[in-house]
């Protein structure tokens, strides 16, 4: 198993301002990964973070408003630019062993943006 | 591109109750499906996982099946508690290497 550290929990941001969220992993893992969780909705993949080059975006998403970085196996930041009201969810950090094996979550970070 | 449909999207039961939640995939191609939990406020909680090559798996009360040819999967709660109350999410891991989550079913066990 893999135990995840996300940073900030929560936080309670200005419209324009940007927020950096922290995905620290306890052990080496291939892939990583974020996700958004919009109020009362489901997750929808950001983008793979891809340790030592540009993350892959999903369609709808862009580096410029979403910034990743992956500097090693067991770190990854995520950061949201020029948030708007429209950004405020909650933004969990995953990853993945093995194609075979378990994904595990971290605990979110809730973003409010006011 | 994969989708993953969860029904129903909300159901109540009276406690002691058995139950199914119903999960259903358009790719058959993937590695894995995994059934989680998450709480109001809370990230997930990994409840089971079936490879591809499996059938079912088993975990306390939990009972997940795995049909691929169909595409589709079930979680089988048995004797309900109120503690069983959540949202169920199921996600498709899929051989593009992404995992694609369902909508969830929002349980709901009345005492």
């Known amino acids: 198993s893999a135990v995840i550290s996300q940073k900030p929990s929560r936080d309670i941001c200005q419209r324009g301002t940007s927020l950096t969220i922290q995905c620290q992993v306890d052990s080496q893992v291939t892939m990583m990964f974020w996700y958004r969780q919009q109020p009362g909705q489901s997750l929808t993949l950001i983008a793979t973070a891809n340790q030592g080059s540009e993350a892959t975006y999903e369609s709808g998403f862009v580096i410029d408003k979403f910034p990743i970085s992956r500097p090693n196996l067991t770190f990854s930041t995520l950061t949201v630019s020029n948030m708007s009201p429209e950004d405020s969810s909650i933004y969990l950090c995953s990853v993945w062993g093995t194609v075979d094996t378990e994904a595990f979550f971290g605990q979110g970070t809730r973003l409010t943006v006011v | 591109k994969q989708e993953v449909t969860q029904i129903p999207a909300a159901l109540s039961v009276p406690e002691g109750e058995n139950l199914v939640l119903n999960c259903s995939f358009t790719?058959?191609?993937?590695?894995?499906l995994q059934w989680f939990r998450q709480d109001p406020g809370k990230g997930l909680t990994s409840l089971l996982l079936i490879q591809s090559s499996q059938r079912e798996q088993t975990s306390g009360r939990l009972n997940a099946s795995l049909d691929k040819s169909s595409g589709r999967s079930t979680l089988y709660i048995a004797a309900s508690q109120p503690g069983d109350s959540a949202t169920y999410l199921c996600a498709a891991a899929n051989r593009d290497d992404k995992i694609i989550f369902g909508k969830g079913t929002r349980l709901h066990i009345l005492p």
């Open positions: 790719d058959s191609a993937i590695y894995n």
